[in-house]
C-alpha cells in the first residue's frame, strides 16, 4: 500500500468538518465485518456518528445474506447512529447520495444510482451499502450503516465480480487517497443527515440520481422474479413496477437488472 494511501484515526479525525459522525474512529488492520463491531459499540452506546473501519473483512456481508468482498485497498466501514423512527427509511437515500457526491468531489467521475441502494460507475457496481438496526418498541435503538467502496483494488483480480463491478482506481488509472474519500463522505453524511427535515429534499436527489426509473428492469425478490418498467419509487423507497399487462407491483426490497438500452419515457 502507498503511503497516501495510509489511514489512521486522526489522519480521518483531524479538522474534520462535522460535529459527531466521524470525531471517534475505531481502525482495525482486519476485521470480520465492521457491521458486527459498530453493532457492539451501539449497544454498548458508543457516541452517535462513531465509524468502525477495517483495512481488510473476513466476513463482509452483504444486503440478503451475501458475501461482501472487502480486500485490502477497498474502503470497508459502518457508522453507529441514533436516528428517529421516521428517518429510517432516509438512511439509505441519504448514504448512498453522500457516497456518490464524495466520489464526485474526490474522484471527479459520475456516480449513478441503482435502486435500491448501488452505486455505480458507468454501469458498473462500485459501492454497496447496508443499513441495519434494531427496534424497541417504537423507537430505533440504534442504526448502523455499512459501506463498501472498491477504492483501490485491481477488478482483474477478482474475476467473479469483475464482469459487473468496477473500482475507482480501474476507473481513473492510478490509486486515490482512501482518506479523502472517508473524510469528504463524512461530511456530506452529515449534512445530510442533520438537513433531513421531512426527508423531500434528500429523496428528491436520491430519485433523481435513479438510473432505474423508465428503464425495463428484471428484479428478483426473494423467490420471485419480476419484470417490467420501473415507473416510480414512493417516498419511503418502494419501487414501483408497470408489468406488461399493466398491472403494477410494489416491491419494498430486491436486486435488479436492467433489461433494456433506450429509456422508456420517465413518469413521477
Ligand atoms: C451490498 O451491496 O450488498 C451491501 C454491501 C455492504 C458492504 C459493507 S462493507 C462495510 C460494512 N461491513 C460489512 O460487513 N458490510 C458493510
Known amino acids: 500500500m502507498k503511503m497516501t494511501d495510509f489511514i489512521s484515526p486522526e489522519l480521518i479525525t483531524g479538522g474534520l468538518e462535522t460535529r459527531f459522525i466521524g470525531q471517534r474512529v475505531i481502525h ?52 453507529v447512529l441514533y436516528p428517529a423512527i421516521y428517518q429510517l427509511p432516509y438512511l439509505i437515500m441519504l448514504t448512498s447520495v453522500a457516497v456518490a457526491r464524495s466520489i464526485e468531489a474526490t474522484a471527479g467521475l459520475k456516480a449513478q444510482l441503482k435502486w435500491p441502494n448501488d452505486v455505480l460507475i458507468e454501469g458498473k457496481k462500485v459501492c454497496g451499502t447496508l443499513i441495519e438496526n434494531e427496534l ?12 463498501g467502496i472498491n477504492a483501490n483494488i485491481r477488478m482483474r483480480d477478482f474475476p467473479e465480480i469483475a464482469a459487473t463491478a468496477t473500482s475507482l482506481s480501474d476507473e481513473l ?3 486515490i487517497s482512501r482518506v479523502e474519500i472517508i473524510r469528504r463522505l463524512l461530511v456530506e453524511m452529515e449534512k445530510l443527515y442533520l438537513s433531513l427535515g421531512d426527508g423531500e429534499l434528500i429523496y428528491q436527489e436520491w430519485r433523481n440520481r435513479l438510473i432505474t426509473l423508465g428503464r425495463r428492469v428484471q428484479v428478483v425478490e426473494g423467490e420471485k422474479t419480476l419484470v417490467g418498467v420501473a415507473e416510480a419509487v414512493s417516498k419511503d423507497g418502494i419501487l414501483v413496477l408497470r408489468h406488461d399487462d399493466g398491472s403494477v407491483s410494489h416491491v419494498v426490497a430486491g436486486d435488479v437488472t436492467l433489461r433494456d438500452t433506450v429509456r422508456a419515457p420517465r413518469r413521477r
Open 136 to 147: 424497541q418498541g417504537d423507537k430505533v435503538a440504534w442504526a448502523i450503516i455499512g459501506i
Open 173 to 175: 488509472g492510478k490509486n
Open 28 to 79: 482495525f488492520l482486519s476485521h470480520g465485518s465492521t457491521m458486527e463491531a459498530a453493532r457492539q459499540e451501539a449497544r454498548r452506546a458508543a457516541a452517535e456518528g462513531t465509524v468502525v473501519i477495517t483495512e481488510e473483512q473476513m466476513a463482509g456481508r452483504g444486503r440478503v445474506k451475501r458475501v461482501w468482498l472487502s480486500p485490502r485497498g477497498s474502503i470497508s466501514l459502518s457508522v
